[in-house]
DNA sequence: TAAACTTTGTTTATTCAGTAGACAAACAAG
DNA sequence: CTTGTTTGTCTACTGAATAAACAAAGTTTA
């Protein structure tokens, strides 16, 4: 705490880095040479040669045959071995559940979701578990197998993973990811919803080549993820991106955080229900499917509502984008499929109210993961995790 | 842009990070043994013997006499040189120059400040050029002289040291930083006020062992400095941190920035003093010492006006920890001054709205430097500078 | 007081990773 | 068939860190 251990550098750090940098250097790239991977990353051709063969050792690339020529000896191509293992991820949302098995790759092999309503976090356990050994048994051999599950949940999740309150599942303190590492013996990795989903996007999404990226989860609750600076931003105890109780009205709504005027109170999910079940002709038991519905049949009073939302989304950009002044920002979850509606309003709220310098390079978009986000994001922090120790144990 | 040209490693790397690793530990450890140094930066005996020898060469470091024995050989202990170099800083205010000149370590040697009110950008060039003239000769002779002068304003910069604006002096796209390269032939930096007062409490105050920090300028406007992760968050274009135009009241008072109820419109020293002169005994021209001083009297109008700034103050604090969950919060620039009216409505605000965990490990405080905190911090950026580039560049 | 142990700092031999450049293999073009 | 080019490997070398030996300068103990 005192003092910031500073890691010594020594060649292994070296080694690790370079090897690290050739392997995603053909990832990016594949198929690629060994020559042309000696150009992309700078290095000599010599230590490309030597960390290729390290890396074919061990299963993670592979030789296809040979290239074209452009003038000399044909190349040989060099493939990232996106199946020499897989990943589990799960996003938990308030009321379904998603598991993806991935490759290493972000790909996904297979897929399964449950919905179901008020369930305990016991019976939810239930399920999860059937998720997770269905997703097991998918996998093909390979030589890694499940390198890692990732759970996103819609709540707070400690440095140390647990989960500390998940609101609209009534968890509290749930300490998921000791449960599971005992029960499947991998690496399990615990993430916010939002975080995870920010994480996908980067990865797989939008955001690809982006490096400030606010990642807007608008849900039944409002949840935002950070990626500052190229990586995931989560505060001093996990806990950044309560966005969704961020104030914007200071005599406003009471929210049950105990403040006033939160933001998610007037443009999440849950907003746009409560304002449709006071309608005149309100239905029954509104739904975020239902209303979109309506409202492509051109029922104006709930266009009118939608409009609302997208406005009051606009606002809390607005706020958002004064703070960061990220080059994207992603609407993304369940209220990225009422884009049509959005969209508009929230621009406009925005052109006409942020200052004229933020504006510049900045994109709005929404989610192109739609409600994979979470998943993709969490199976990727496994992979990533794999890659790290992997790279630094092996020896050959 | 498309692919993040990574460095390559290689043992220069290594070398230079290990050296500037040594060196930074000098510094903290000061009076220290090659022997106690090997052990804090766990490098072997040899290795902190041959690159303690080239920072000697290069006079950043020297040695004092003996030390103490503790049973053996009596060590030889060495210190950080922090005379090797002198660093200026100036933080332009509204109605203000301040000029410090820092040695090495960021005390400081000598300081110059101008008041005035409502001048021209070539007339505070002026003024600026004469002290930035007075601090060069100030300085004593050194090995390497002025390493650097950095300016701290009130307003945005771009990435590339240009003032794009800064709306309470009335400067429009400034280049300030060539302006000053050019006459003074050392390195210069520009940075946004709050930046730099963030950077100075991280670095010298507050903020010392702490990695994410959110520093509050409070002045006439407010900005915000933002450390994430142990470093200077700057956004996209470096345009991040302006949160006194996060809306905290949607249909509030018009901004000239062209949104409503934006911060600082209710927080900050402005509006202090635009609230002060509505209140039927207003007097003439109201000023912060002015109010000041009235409450120390007990003028109970003057505190409640304090209070209402407090309060207000609190609910923008309430949506950066929400936003950030930091581990720390400063209250710098002149607000500051009012820490005794100002406190307790604030905290009051937090503990009663602030999501419970986020206020775990979370310190709320006012500036330790006081006004000198952008000064210290942009001195400070063009040490770093000097280290950075001076030690891959030496070669012995 | 002398011998034994400790601590400090330097020196030497070794290890390890990256680099430069030579080289052979494989191919295209004239 | 010859020339030139590209690819990939191999060898000799460089530079940095390390371990271990060692000398210098203390302290502690018998």
Redesign the pocket.
């Known amino acids: 705490m005192k003092m910031t251990m500073n890691q010594?550098?020594?060649?292994?750090v070296?080694?690790k880095g370079?090897?690290s940098l050739v392997l995603e250097t053909i990832k990016d790239h594949s198929p690629v040479?060994?020559?042309?991977t000696a150009n992309l990353t700078?290095?000599?051709?010599?230590?490309v040669?030597?960390?290729?063969?390290e890396l074919l050792d061990e299963q993670l690339i592979s030789e296809s045959g040979?290239g074209v020529?452009?003038?000399?000896?044909?190349?040989?191509?060099l493939l990232f071995n996106q199946l020499a293992g897989y990943s589990i991820g799960i996003d938990i949302g308030v009321n379904y559940l998603l598991g993806v098995l991935t490759d290493l790759q972000g790909n996904i092999c297979d897929e399964k979701r449950e919905s179901y309503t008020d369930l305990t976090y016991e019976e939810i356990k239930v399920k999860l578990f059937d998720i997770i050994d269905y997703l097991i048994q998918a996998a093909p051999p390979s030589p890694y197998g499940i390198v890692g599950i990732g759970v996103g949940v819609p709540g707070t999740v400690s440095n140390t993973g647990e989960i500390l309150l998940a609101p609209n599942l009534e968890w509290k303190n749930i300490h998921l990811q000791a449960v599971l590492e005992r029960k499947y013996q991998v690496p399990v990795v615990i993430e916010n919803e939002a975080n995870a989903g920010a994480y996908g996007e980067k990865k797989f999404g939008a955001g690809k080549d982006v490096d400030d990226i606010i990642y807007v989860s608008a849900g039944i609750g409002i949840g935002v993820g950070l990626i500052l600076n190229g990586s995931l931003y989560k505060g001093n105890n996990g806990f950044s991106g309560e966005l969704g109780h961020m104030t914007i009205e200071v005599d406003g709504k009471k929210c049950r955080c105990g403040n006033k005027g939160c933001w998610e109170l007037y443009a999440s999910e849950q907003a746009l229900l409560s304002s449709a079940s006071k309608l005149p002709d309100a239905p029954g038991q509104p739904s975020l499917e239902h209303l979109s519905d309506l409202a492509d049949e051109g029922d104006e009073q709930v266009i009118r509502l939608f409009e609302q939302i997208g406005d009051y989304l606009g606002v809390g950009l607005n706020n958002i984008i004064n703070i960061f002044n990220p080059q994207q920002v992603i609407i993304g979850n369940r209220m990225a499929s009422a884009k049509k509606w959005l969209r508009d309003p929230l621009i406009n709220r925005m052109v006409n109210q942020t200052l004229w310098f933020q504006q510049k390079d900045l994109q709005i978009q929404f989610s192109e993961l739609s409600t994979h986000s979470t998943a993709l994001g969490v199976a990727a922090f496994s992979v990533e995790n794999f890659f790290k120790v992997d790279l630094q144990s092996q020896s050959v």
Do not use: Y
């Open positions: 010594t550098w020594n060649q292994h070296v080694k370079n090897k040479s060994r020559a042309e700078g290095l000599n051709k010599g230590t040669s030597s960390l290729v063969s040979p020529s452009s003038g000399g000896r044909r190349p040989v191509m």
